[in-house]
């Protein structure tokens, strides 16, 4: 990653770039995400029957407002943050590319990110789901979507009405205070510790390979042509998706405020956990897998391209 080699590049710059990666890639990949959580929270009623269908049956992106509003701030902070952990973790003006380092740096981006993502992912999430539990009343009416060999679960007087972001944060201070948009902040920082962690390290090394050479600082110093960082960004970013997909799973659920007919609450981590596995059996840690690494793998290129192209720096240069 040039831009992170290089300690000239000042924090401001770093944030731009973060920010700028996380609107251009959620905007790609939004529909994937949405297409996540939904296959993540289905428990009895068989809504979707996989990615695909839940894309085609899905109109509207409920959710994306917020989420194009809050990744900036919170892809601002993963991205600079790791590259502050990494110079401070520097010797001689050298970012040091051995893998504790690099892991250690992760661990303090994934930490500090928590401070927006909790909330943007608490409003996230209700708006998304909103759409299944719209189709779960509408298959209760008709009789369709019920658990296979039993009844249909009794219908609702009334469809579930859709949530807005403003409505949900209104809400949410006045019956339980700041507190209530970080439900699940525990959750949240249990899936973007290990995530930073795997990440980092491993984009560093794949951005790294062929560049190889006797003295091993220039290696690292060297630029990756643009193509290596994206490709790079893409793998390194499905890998560390899918690791951590169960606690994602764990994580989603824990901060869905609204409920289907029959289907689970949970008091906290190890009650969640235990729920799933008893009720719903091992594989249903890993549902939205294949939803999640489409959604990180491009969003995490595209991060990685935006750094090197060095777009923060260019618009500070600008205004400068």
């Known amino acids: 990653l040039p831009h992170q080699d290089n300690l000239i590049t000042t924090l401001p710059a770093k944030l731009i770039n973060g920010g700028v990666a996380g609107l251009v890639g959620v905007t790609c990949v939004f529909p994937i995400d949405l297409a996540k959580t939904r ?19 899905t109109v509207r992106s409920e959710g994306a407002a917020v ?42 981006a994934g930490t500090c990110q928590v401070v927006v993502t909790t909330p943007m992912e608490m409003l996230k999430i209700q708006l998304q789901d909103a759409g299944r539990l719209g189709e779960l009343f509408t298959g209760c009416c008709s009789g369709a979507g019920s658990i296979a060999g039993g009844p249909p679960p009794p219908a609702r007087s009334a469809p ?7 409505g949900i944060t209104v809400e949410l201070l006045k019956t339980r205070g700041l507190a209530g948009l970080y439900r699940g902040a525990g959750a ?11 990440y980092f390290p491993l984009f ?14 220039a290696a690292v110093q060297a630029q990756a042509p643009f193509w290596q960082s994206f490709v ?52 249903a840690f890993l549902k939205g897998a294949t939803c999640r690494a489409l959604v990180i793998a491009p969003l ?9 192209l060095g777009v923060g720096e260019t618009v500070l240069g600008l205004l400068g």
């Open 39 to 57: 296959l993540q929270n289905q428990q009895g009623i068989q809504v979707y029957k996989g990615m695909l269908d839940c894309l085609a049956k």
């Open 67 to 108: 989420n194009l509003t809050l990744v900036t701030p919170e892809k601002a902070i993963k991205l600079a943050a790791n590259d502050v952990f990494r110079q401070k973790l520097s010797k001689d003006a050298v970012i040091i590319n051995l893998i504790p380092s690099l892991v250690l740096a992760g661990c303090g």
């Open 300 to 308: 995490f290129g595209i991060a990685q391209g935006v750094y090197f």
């Open 160 to 166: 579930p009405q859709r949530p807005s972001a403003t």
């Open 232 to 283: 790079a960004g893409c793998s390194a970013g499905s890998v560390a998706a899918v690791a951590v997909t169960p606690l994602d799973v764990i994580k989603t659920r824990l901060q869905t405020l609204q409920k289907g007919e029959g289907e689970d609450t949970y008091r906290g981590i190890i009650d969640c956990t235990r729920r799933i596995m008893t009720r719903e059996g091992p594989s």
């Open 204 to 217: 560093a090394n794949l951005n790294a390979l062929g560049r190889d050479s006797a003295d091993g600082q």
């Open 188 to 198: 949240t920082l249990m899936r973007d510790v290990p995530f930073s962690m795997i």
